[in-house]
């Protein structure tokens, strides 16, 4: 610890070169920190190549739609991951928006279906973060158990048979058009802006960064710890069953069978993109990355026409060179030499 | 340095020693030579080089100029294992024992004691009864599970380990640092045995009690440079203290005071007339506190003293609504209010808190100084909810000034500042929010010297400011030299409230009476 401490300071008549050296150090820290943006660029331009019209506007509007519903939750796990938390459940509530929008479909107009599920996605955040945050189970356990209720329920309560959407306008987040873009890739940018803001800009958004990089500091100078945890989780359950609602009108159907992947996944963006891990790191732009570099993959391999287990591969590889990047940024920045 | 009289074999040397990281030149052509069986101290400030340079002989920094020889032998810089080999054994602050496991197989824990690959855990036993006894000390149940020891016998449990393979130079980083005052007895004697066994003791501290009592031989290092090498008593305090600051600043800090008894106080009398801001009446914590009567007035710094175990640090989480358990009446400005059980509680009251443990509960190293210092109220610089850039820096920038923190570097990461300025942050935290009672936890543990009459003098700042201060600091001189006056807490009792004498002085041998509970003061 003294050798650090030894280290950092500045003896008086080395001020000068001190602060050119560490603006070089910045410099040099930024550009590690764009990382995953080399990644995306170079994929791009492969992607381009590969495929001379990847470019076109018609395919990237096509990537988006695609990674809308999960893009839609890395939005709200980036709020989680950046406050220290972990969330596994949120597949299982995606799949209950769906059911949940397409039932109400039957009963009433798309306005108040939205707000019922929307409302039943809050109810389901609140479970887990009063577990998380009341009941102090850890997360990755307590999310891991609501996962597996949630989903169980549903199943149960669909008889395990998807539910068809009624008719009649109430898939106009994937059917409607605006500007050449379904209105769920401008509900991903509306809701990515918005996510930017409150990470940046908001007294909320600091609490978050606050809570994820020591609670306990956080506690202790007054922060009202315990809410700001909570909220991400309800936040994020809100916007899992959103993007339900979206799945929902592309495929027609609730499906109350949870796609596990759409878990991992929403996870796996966060992380590429470079927002770390173990919390107080990180941001809304880097999970925009992670939707792109997720989104090129899928595409790529589906116009390549290569297999699905082949994109899994490629997804592996690129989080774990997203995760090694991290750590070894954060090893050269505690040994003082980066 | 002077020839010793029957030319004394030289266990460390190190020749022309340089270091640089990046712009900074930790080292710079560093000479020292190292007596066997002999303690000797390094000593400076923050940033002089004296845990570069302790680093550089236990191979753990990798300097890039000059030589560092182990009894004649030449180490490779930057190699932990030849530095092992060649005898030298290091203990850092931060120990490394395995909390779930018992005493003995921690003190085996690299070189396990075995037959035929089965463990030999009666002569693990034997050997650390003997170890024991080798170091000195009372001897520590061998089954204990260590998480469940105090931080002092863990320490013991390390030199022990230490001491498995034989060393014939043992280095220490700040060994009593994270240890309280009564406990550090056991360490010296520890350190006074290994020397008594031959073994030469290379030592970085802060402390000039343990520097007195320990070291045969004092390096004094200043930005990088090891500046003088004297022999224990050559040099006086005063003399030490100049060496490590330079003329200039070593004249003026508060540091001297508190190196040179008798103790100033530096107190001012408060106005008897003016109302105190915090009454607390009847505090109570179950199992901590009993019955604690205290108030404080604006531009009042208020000590309170004690062993380690009295109390005294959870008087002031209770003031702060960290003890859920507490209870008693509390008086802001005369106004009563239920006692605060939790910290947003006693926020809203006006009691800010800078707690002990800078990094783990203080700051949050990954954000920027600036958002550290803004943290205790985002809100004062927002309007509906959304920051002012600008409004935030420069309300941030004017309370870093007032407190001598380089306003240039608060966009920097604040892990990235030393021990002294970290602390500032701190309190400058409660400079840009201001509370009417500002409750300080150990505000100088583990700062130098030069650091520490800075950080003091700073108290008085916010002190100055109407601020009410109350203070809790392990090192008696330092509440001294502050404070207006003292609560004494024994066994979670008051057992004295130390006013100044007619010579404006808080005699100190009144508060260790009652620290000790000798005395009951009125």
Redesign the interface.
């Known amino acids: ?14 001020v000068t ?6 603006r ?2 910045n410099l040099r820290e930024r550009a590690a920190s764009l990382g995953m943006v080399w990644v995306l660029i170079i994929l791009v331009i492969t992607a381009t190549i590969l495929n001379p019209r990847f470019l076109n506007v018609g395919n990237l509007v096509n990537i988006l739609t695609q990674n809308a519903p999960v893009g839609i939750i890395a939005v709200g796990m980036t709020f989680i991951i950046i406050a220290g938390g972990f969330d596994l459940s949120v597949a299982a509530v995606l799949a209950i928006g769906g059911v949940s929008y397409a039932t109400l479909s039957h009963m009433m107009p798309a306005g108040p279906a939205i707000l019922i599920t929307l409302v039943i996605g809050f109810l389901l955040g609140l479970i887990n973060a009063l577990l998380i945050t009341k009941a102090k189970v850890n997360a990755f356990i307590a999310t891991l158990a609501t996962a597996s209720l949630f989903s169980g329920l549903t199943l149960l309560y669909t008889n395990s048979k998807p539910v068809s959407m009624a008719t009649g306008g109430y898939d106009f987040l994937s059917g409607v058009d605006f500007l050449r873009a379904p209105l769920s890739v401008w509900l991903l940018a509306i809701l990515v802006a918005a996510g930017w803001f409150t990470l940046a ?4 958004g ?2 978050i ?2 809570i994820g ?2 609670n ?9 710890v315990i809410s700001l945890r909570a909220s991400t989780y309800v936040l994020t359950a809100m916007l899992a069953s959103l993007a339900g609602i979206v799945l929902g009108s592309v495929i027609g159907v609730g499906q109350p069978g949870v796609a596990v992947g759409v878990t991992l996944n929403s996870i796996a963006i966060v992380i590429i993109g470079g927002t770390s891990l173990l919390g ?2 990180g941001a809304m732009w880097r999970t925009l990355v992670g939707i792109l570099i997720f989104g090129t993959i899928n595409n790529v391999f589906d116009i390549l026409a290569f297999p699905q287990a082949t994109q899994e591969v490629a997804l592996g590889v690129i989080v774990l060179a997203a995760v090694s990047l991290d750590a070894y940024t954060r090893s050269r ?1 505690r040994s ?2 980066a | 340095m002077e020839p010793s009289l029957s030319d004394p074999v030289i266990a460390v040397a190190l020749k022309a020693v340089s270091k640089t ?6 080292l710079i052509d560093v000479d020292v030579e190292i007596h066997e069986g002999t303690v000797h101290a390094l000593i400076g ?8 340079a302790l ?1 550089a002989i236990a191979g ?2 990798d300097f890039d100029g000059g030589v560092v020889e182990v009894f004649g032998e030449p180490l490779e810089a930057g190699n932990l294992r030849a530095a092992r080999r060649n005898g030298v054994s290091a203990i ?3 120990l490394t024992i395995v909390p779930h496991l018992d005493a003995a197989a921690n003190v085996f824990l690299g070189s396990v004691l075995s037959r035929f690959g089965v463990l030999s855990s009666r002569e693990m036993r034997r050997r650390y009864v003997q170890l024991c006894a080798e170091l000195d000390v009372r001897v520590i149940p061998a089954g204990v599970p260590v998480g469940s020891l105090s931080v002092a016998e863990q320490q013991l449990l390390e030199i022990m380990r230490s001491l498995v393979v034989e060393p014939r130079v043992i280095l220490f ?2 060994p009593s640092a994270s240890l309280a005052v009564e406990e550090r007895e056991a360490l010296y004697k520890a350190i006074e045995g290994l020397r008594k066994r031959g073994v030469t003791i290379v030592i ?1 501290s802060h402390n000039f009690d343990e520097i007195e009592r320990l070291a045969d031989w004092i390096t004094v290092f200043r ?2 440079r090891a500046i003088t090498t004297s022999r224990r008593g050559e040099k006086s305090r005063a003399e030490l203290v100049r060496a490590m600051l330079g003329e200039q600043r070593g004249d003026q800090t508060l540091g001297r005071v508190l190196m040179d008894k008798p103790v100033e106080i530096h107190s001012r009398p408060v106005e008897t007339g003016v109302a105190p801001i915090l009454e607390v009446v009847g505090l109570t914590v179950p199992g901590a506190l009993e019955n604690i009567d205290l108030e404080v007035k604006p531009g009042e710094i208020l000590g309170i003293a004690g062993l380690v175990g009295s109390g005294r640090s959870t008087l002031l989480r209770a003031i ?1 609504g ?1 003890e859920p358990t507490a209870r008693g009446t509390i008086r802001l400005a005369g106004a009563e209010s239920p006692w605060p059980r939790t ?2 509680a ?2 809203k009251l006006g009691i ?2 800078i ?1 002990e443990d800078r990094k ?8 920027s100084a600036a ?1 550290n210092i ?6 004062a610089a ?1 309007s509906g ?3 002012g850039r600008r409004k935030l820096r420069a309300m941030v920038a004017e309370a870093a000034s007032r407190l001598n923190f ?1 306003v ?2 608060l966009g ?1 990461r604040s ?7 970290q602390q500032k942050l701190l309190m400058a ?1 409660w400079l840009y929010d201001r509370p009417r009672v500002l409750l300080a936890d150990e505000p100088t543990r ?1 700062i130098d010297v030069g650091a520490k009459g800075e950080l003091l003098e700073t108290l008085r700042v916010m002190a100055a400011d109407g601020i009410a201060v109350i203070m809790v600091s392990s090192e008696l001189e330092e509440v001294l030299a502050v404070s207006d006056r003292v609560l004494v807490v024994a066994k979670g009792r008051s057992t004295g409230l130390i006013e100044p004498n007619g010579d404006q002085q808080i005699a100190m041998e009144d508060v260790l009476q009652a620290a000790f509970g000798l005395k009951e003061h009125a």
């Open positions: 610890m003294s050798a650090t401490i030894d280290r950092d300071t500045t003896p008086d008549n080395t070169p001190n602060v050119t050296a560490n070089r150090l800009k908001t007294v909320y600091r609490g960064y606050a990089g020591n306990e500091a956080a506690r202790l100078a007054g922060l009202p107080g790191e920045k003082g030499e | 990281y990046g712009a900074t030149r930790a400030e923050n940033g002089a080089g004296k845990s570069t680093g753990r920094v850092y602050q931060e980083d700040e970085v930005n990088g702060a960290a910290v947003r006693a926020r800010g808190l707690p783990g509960e203080g700051l949050v190293l990954l954000r958002d803004a943290l205790a109220n985002l809100g927002s909810g959304v920051i380089p240039a570097r920097e892990d990235r500042f030393s021990g002294g300025n935290r583990g």
